[in-house]
């Protein structure tokens, strides 16, 4: 999962901002919860996706139950940055916060 649609949702539904987002990737990171990696994107950004070992990913899947309010507060948390249409949105949905 990028980190952009990480930091929208946790903006959403925790009320943590961009650099809270960063240093808590990290953290996990660090402590081996999950795994973060960078690439460059074409125009020569760094990018970091998010994944879940899989043991935390079955447990997370397993106490969520069902994904569709998940998928939902996840759709809500776009639509927040979107006010004026999907078209007016911050650009960040798929490229994230830049980094250099």
Do not use: C
Not at 70 to 90: F, P, T
Request: proline content about 4%; overall charge negative.
């Amino acid at each position: 999962m990028p980190e952009a649609a990480v930091a929208t949702l946790w903006s959403h539904t925790g009320d943590i901002d961009d650099l809270d987002t960063g240093d808590l990737l990290i953290n996990l990171a660090e402590r081996s919860l999950i795994r973060l990696e960078e690439e460059r994107d074409a125009a020569g950004m760094r990018q970091r996706r998010i994944s879940l070992h899989d043991l935390l990913h079955d447990y997370a899947v397993r106490i969520a139950g069902e994904s569709a309010p998940l998928h939902q507060a996840l759709i809500e948390a776009y639509r927040k940055q979107s006010v004026g249409g999907w078209h007016s949105g911050s650009g960040r949905f798929m490229s994230g916060p830049p980094r250099g």
